[in-house]
């Protein structure tokens, strides 16, 4: 009976909802959010995050799509990499190659929505169990150690945390997807405007579709800036 009771509880406490944080906490979040995002120096760091996010994108698509998912890298220079095995052409190859970009913003999009309804314990535990299936799928060193400290750090937070250190740390992380998520698209364009990047996404999907890559690099700002302002006015409570 006592198991089945704390059974209960954790679920009751994973799908219950959270008051509300002040607004000054939703802000100083946003800041910090903000501060991770715009040095370069910092960002060389926090933009491992949105790697993970980027292949996790291509992976869950892949998946989804039909295609068979061989495996995942990700490096120190903040690149990754997703192989899936398939038809090298069709829907499934374009959707897992266009998914890569926004899905940072996607899910800051999608938290946004959860917080906005209270469900930061929710939050922690989706994320905790989405880099748990993505660590199974990582085929390096340096992939599994940056996934496997992600996961720590969410689920230790969600475990140990109290309530407003809970809110706190959801509240950065979406922010941080949802700041971050707008950066790589205008990294993407500078390089290619210098020559570089000549395999990237937006360059894939234009041999795929005959469809110029300015046009994906189109999509993948509007996503990206779409999100960002949606999920802030979730997030502000607007």
């Given at each position: 009976?006592?198991?089945?009771?704390?059974?209960?509880?954790?679920?009751?406490?994973?799908?219950?909802?959270?008051?509300?944080?002040?607004?000054?906490?939703?802000?100083?979040?946003?800041?910090?959010?903000?501060?991770?995002?715009?040095?370069?120096?910092?960002?060389?760091?926090?933009?491992n995050a949105i790697t993970i996010a980027h292949e996790g994108g291509h992976a869950l698509v892949a998946l989804l799509s039909g295609r068979r998912l061989d495996g995942i890298r990700l490096h120190s220079d903040t690149s990754g990499l997703t192989v899936s095995r398939g038809r090298?052409?069709?829907?499934?190859?374009?959707?897992?190659?266009?998914?890569?970009?926004?899905?940072?913003?996607?899910?800051?999009?999608?938290?946004?929505?959860?917080?906005?309804?209270?469900?930061?314990?929710?939050?922690?535990?989706?994320?905790?169990?989405?880099?748990?299936?993505?660590?199974?799928?990582?085929?390096?060193?340096?992939?599994?150690?940056?996934?496997?400290?992600?996961?720590?750090?969410?689920?230790?937070?969600?475990?140990?945390?109290?309530?407003?250190?809970?809110?706190?740390?959801?509240?950065?992380?979406?922010?941080?997807?949802?700041?971050?998520?707008?950066?790589?698209?205008?990294?993407?364009?500078?390089?290619?405007?210098?020559?570089?990047?000549?395999?990237?996404?937006?360059?894939?999907?234009?041999?795929?579709?005959?469809?110029?890559?300015?046009?994906?690099?189109?999509?993948?700002?509007?996503?990206?800036?779409?999100?960002?302002?949606?999920?802030?006015?979730?997030?502000?409570?607007?």
């Amino acid at each position: 009976m006592e198991s089945s009771t704390t059974a209960t509880e954790l679920w009751d406490r994973v799908v219950g909802s959270q008051p509300h944080p002040p607004l000054w906490l939703v802000l100083a979040t946003g800041v910090i959010a903000l501060a991770a995002v715009t040095p370069y120096r910092v960002w060389r760091l926090t933009r491992n995050a949105i790697t993970i996010a980027h292949e996790g994108g291509h992976a869950l698509v892949a998946l989804l799509s039909g295609r068979r998912l061989d495996g995942i890298r990700l490096h120190s220079d903040t690149s990754g990499l997703t192989v899936s095995r398939g038809r090298p052409t069709g829907l499934g190859m374009v959707l897992t190659a266009a998914a890569g970009y926004p899905a940072a913003s996607l899910l800051g999009l999608a938290g946004a929505a959860l917080l906005s309804a209270g469900h930061i314990t929710a939050l922690l535990w989706g994320a905790t169990a989405l880099l748990a299936a993505m660590l199974v799928m990582i085929r390096n060193a340096y992939g599994a150690l940056t996934v496997v400290l992600a996961g720590a750090a969410f689920f230790l937070v969600s475990w140990l945390a109290g309530p407003q250190t809970q809110a706190a740390f959801a509240y950065g992380v979406v922010w941080f997807l949802l700041l971050g998520g707008v950066r790589p698209a205008f990294e993407l364009q500078r390089k290619r405007r210098h020559g570089g990047a000549p395999d990237s996404d937006a360059d894939q999907l234009a041999r795929l579709t005959n469809v110029p890559p300015v046009v994906w690099l189109g999509l993948f700002h509007l996503v990206a800036l779409c999100s960002l302002a949606g999920g802030g006015r979730w997030l502000l409570g607007r």
